[in-house]
């Protein structure tokens, strides 16, 4: 098949970008100063700025530049590591409550598409596949916890019949449908949150790289190409694009990158034969497909992960084989784009949100999940830099370490991890 004619998402090809936003130019001041234009950091200057509080927000290229404007955009509820670790590392009551503050930020997202009207082609349903019997027992098993202990009913099991009646492959035998979560176009739905923070009254500047910080008394000082910024709190929210800017938090987090294809338009008819409810679609493998219909009735799949940082093959082609395995009458289809994009992984696949002196605050390690979690990471950091940290100190409570290896041998000893569970996928 040709190359893909863009390496850039496909998100960013839908609409025009909107004028470019000021650089900032110091000195100036406020209550708040966030670093980072995803949807962590335009999610805790919104609530922020509805809050009464002064918020500059500081992004070094593009709001939506990064992971945010390059995700696969399935909305979930929970975080990466399963609730049964979270119990194990915080207890039942603190694991209970991660899970509660997540659903509350599923409700939170289409709360906000209705209230500032955005236009992010929202779409409710999403269904995990199990393609072998010990898929079938973890997904069995799984419903029935998040029945039991968690007292959620949005999720039924479906037998291979019924996968097959959603999604057109053979390859899968079973699957969990969980019809409150949903997928959705996240550059769009990331745009319309920008908008609505600058309604509120929060300043954000592009391209605005922040060199260095530091604690000063009571308060923070930032520093720019353009200028000092002096805030009384820093929300640090850059995630995977933070590196040197805080190189103790970087050790706490693994960059992984992740690849997209999008397919040419197939037409309704052909991609509503491939998925007729529109569902968004994750496998339970270990290193996992994930897809979905876009609007203009392409079909988006994600299947590719590079631990090592780097990506030595064809992405195009290497994805593109993967989605043969799960469709193969799309064997003519060519692909329009392919892209890439960096998750923040801890070593737990737990969030790491947690504080560094008084008041300097941060937000990583959402480890594939930040389309719900990073909306209720804001609102929560934004309650504790307000006064009232109860919430987010449950995030808090969940503990971390550094990858061992330091910078130069961890993600070798991660390469070497993952070789593992990529075998036991395939085994």
């Known amino acids: 098949m040709p190359a893909p004619r863009s390496s850039r998402p496909w998100y960013w090809d839908q609409d025009p970008p909107p004028p470019l936003r000021p650089a900032f130019e110091g000195p100036g001041r406020c209550d708040v100063a966030v670093v980072g234009g995803g949807l962590t950091g335009v999610s805790a200057a919104l609530e922020l700025a509805e809050r009464g509080l002064s918020v500059v927000l500081l992004e070094a290229e593009r709001i939506g530049w990064g992971a ?20 194990r590392l915080v207890g039942r009551e603190d ?8 659903i509350e930020g599923l409700d939170l997202l289409r709360e906000r598409i209705a209230r500032h009207g955005i236009d992010c082609q929202w779409r409710s349903g999403q269904l995990h596949v199990g393609l072998k019997a010990r898929h079938t027992a973890e997904l069995a098993a799984w419903e029935e916890e998040l029945r039991r202990d968690y007292g959620y009913d949005d999720v039924r099991l479906l037998d291979r019949a019924q996968v097959r009646a959603e999604v057109a492959s053979e390859r899968y035998v079973s699957g969990l449908l969980d019809e409150r979560a949903g997928h959705l176009q996240p550059l769009r739905y990331l745009r319309g949150l920008a908008t609505a923070a600058e309604a509120a009254g929060a300043r954000l500047h592009e391209q605005s790289r922040v060199l260095s910080w530091r604690v000063s008394g009571a308060r923070v000082r930032l520093r720019t190409l353009r200028g000092e910024l002096e805030a009384n709190h820093l929300l640090l929210a850059g995630n995977a694009s933070l590196g040197a800017v805080a190189p103790a938090l970087a050790r706490r987090i693994m960059p992984v990158a992740t690849y997209v294809i999008a397919t040419k338009p197939l037409g309704e008819a052909r991609a509503h034969e ?9 496998d339970v493998n270990w290193v996992l497909d994930y897809f979905r219909r876009s609007t203009d009735h392409r079909l988006l799949f994600g299947g590719r992960v590079s631990y090592s940082g780097r990506d030595p093959f064809d992405t195009a082609a290497a994805t593109r084989r993967r989605m043969l395995k799960v469709f193969p009458q799309l064997g003519d289809v060519a692909i329009t784009h392919a892209w890439g994009g960096m998750v923040d992984i801890t070593l737990n696949r737990a969030p790491d949100f947690n504080r560094i ?8 390690g ?4 930040g389309v719900v979690l990073t909306g209720i990471a804001g609102r929560v950091a934004a309650e504790a830099i307000a006064g009232q940290s109860s919430r987010f100190d449950v995030f808090a409570r969940i503990p971390h370490r550094e990858f061992p290896g330091g910078t130069a041998l961890r993600r070798p000893a991660l390469v070497l991890a993952m070789l593992w569970f990529r075998i036991r996928d395939l085994l």
């Open 366 to 369: 959402f480890s594939g999940h």
């Open 68 to 87: 945010s404007g390059r995700t696969g955009a399935q909305a979930l509820p929970g975080v990466a590591a399963s609730q049964a670790k979270l119990e």
């Open 274 to 282: 491939l998925i007729p409810h529109d569902l968004a679609v994750t």
């Open 95 to 102: 694991a209970r409550r991660v899970w509660d503050l997540t």
């Open 357 to 364: 002196g008084s008041n300097v605050w941060y937000l990583q």
